[in-house]
């Protein structure tokens, strides 16, 4: 059995969430910093068996680019030359840190737990991963 990973990407930092293996619940792993993302996967999916892997796609609300969906691309590319097995699945990320911040507020975190956007970013890796699995187990 092999888990489904979530990544919010961005240009700083990137929030990643990943299923049980059984693909039942969502969980947020953590928050790393972009540059640093291919390592931090690259060691990820050696020790984990990963069978698919979810990216937040960004696009404006008229469908169109945003100004971060060049970047989505470009790592997308990059990710597919290194692991090209491993199927990547673009999703749509409008209104996850939205959704991220409303779950916070939810949870009763303080005011300075919810400015930290590495968490903001792991919770919508998160959302993406659930509404996934909502949609398609």
Same mark, same amino acid.
């Given at each position: 059995?092999?888990?489904?990973?979530?990544?919010?990407?961005?240009?700083?930092?990137?929030?990643?969430?990943?299923?049980?293996?059984?693909?039942?619940?969502?969980?947020?792993?953590?928050?790393?910093?972009?540059?640093?993302?291919?390592?931090?996967?690259?060691?990820?999916?050696?020790?984990?068996?990963?069978?698919?892997?979810?990216?937040?796609?960004?696009?404006?609300?008229?469908? +169109?680019?945003?100004?971060?969906?060049?970047? *989505? =691309? /470009?790592?997308? $590319?990059? !990710? +597919?030359?290194?692991?090209?097995?491993?199927? *990547? =699945? /673009?999703?749509? $990320?409008? !209104? +996850?840190?939205?959704?991220?911040?409303n779950a916070m507020l939810e949870m009763g975190l303080r005011k300075k737990q919810r400015r930290d956007k590495g968490l903001v970013d792991?919770?919508?890796?998160?959302?993406?991963?659930?509404?996934?699995?909502?949609?398609?187990?």
């Amino acid at each position: 059995m092999a888990r489904i990973m979530a990544l919010d990407y961005g240009m700083k930092r990137t929030g990643i969430a990943v299923t049980d293996p059984l693909k039942i619940i969502a969980t947020g792993l953590t928050t790393v910093d972009t540059p640093k993302l291919m390592d931090y996967l690259k060691d990820y999916l050696q020790r984990e068996q990963v069978e698919r892997v979810l990216i937040g796609y960004p696009l404006n609300l008229d469908d +169109t680019h945003t100004h971060a969906t060049p970047l *989505v =691309e /470009k790592f997308i $590319e990059t !990710f +597919t030359k290194l692991y090209p097995a491993m199927p *990547v =699945e /673009k999703v749509d $990320e409008r !209104f +996850t840190s939205k959704m991220a911040k409303n779950a916070m507020l939810e949870m009763g975190l303080r005011k300075k737990q919810r400015r930290d956007k590495g968490l903001v970013d792991e919770i919508a890796a998160t959302i993406m991963l659930q509404d996934h699995l909502r949609n398609h187990y």
